[in-house]
């Protein structure tokens, strides 16, 4: 079975410095889709970045950028610039066959 | 509206009723599912459905728990003889089609307390 792993329950950071959030997956699959997912305590999941597994070349979104190692099976997200509005929970998800498989989540704190 | 609605927002109920759970898709969205977030923890797959194709039921916990969707439109989650432990955020998601890279669309969810 397929399983995701966020080994961070919480990380910190200042105010326009970088961040980076691990997560580790395991799966036999050689073909599927992993995401980040950002939950602010509103409680909507809003989807941050998205990677193909058979797409080299990392995603980026503006301040968001991943580093996806596939023979590692490691997929951490990297936050430049963080702002005030990036404090929430990130969760790491795969998905084969349709449904998301997240990890625990990480809660990222902003300080000012 | 443009997104995926959840009602009601919140739901307190006692332990042996049974409570149902509403999501509203965005139109045209064909994709469907349903999950569950318990306090501090990660989001557990429930079911999906995919246009008139038989659901993927292999996340629902016990037999107390059923879903049900009328073609493309809503889709209702029924627990019934509700206990403690059901209690959780209950996430609701929709996306164009089923295929792996499309992104799912969540609601806001329902809070559902088991007294």
């Known amino acids: 079975a397929q399983t995701v792993t966020q080994s961070q329950p919480e990380m910190s950071v200042q105010e326009a410095e970088t961040v980076t959030l691990s997560c580790t997956y395991d799966?036999?699959?050689?073909?599927?889709?992993l995401f980040w997912y950002k939950q602010p305590p509103s409680r909507q999941m809003i989807l941050v970045i998205r990677q193909e597994a058979y797409k080299q070349q990392n995603a980026t979104e503006n301040r968001f950028s991943v580093n996806f190692q596939k023979a590692a099976k490691s997929f951490s997200l990297k936050i430049s610039d963080s702002q005030l509005g990036d404090a929430a929970m990130y969760f790491c998800a795969y998905r084969k066959g349709g449904k998301l498989i997240f990890g625990q989540g990480t809660e990222l704190s902003v300080k000012p | 509206g443009a997104g995926v609605s959840q009602s009601p927002s919140n739901k307190v109920t006692e332990k042996g009723k049974d409570v149902e759970l509403r999501c509203d898709p965005i139109s045209g969205h064909t994709a469907l599912y349903w999950y569950r977030q318990r306090l501090g923890q990660g989001l557990e797959f429930l079911i999906y459905?995919?246009?008139?194709?038989?659901?993927?039921k292999s996340g629902l916990p016990s037999d107390r728990f059923s879903a049900e969707r009328t073609g493309e439109s809503v889709s209702t989650l029924t627990i019934q003889r509700t206990q403690q432990e059901d209690s959780a955020v209950y996430l609701c998601?929709?996306?164009?089609?089923?295929?792996?890279?499309?992104?799912?669309?969540f609601g806001d969810g329902t809070r559902l307390s088991i007294l």
């Open positions: 459905f995919q246009g008139n194709s038989a659901p993927d």
């Open positions: 799966t036999s699959e050689s073909d599927y889709y």
């Open positions: 998601a929709s996306s164009l089609v089923g295929g792996d890279g499309q992104p799912q669309h």
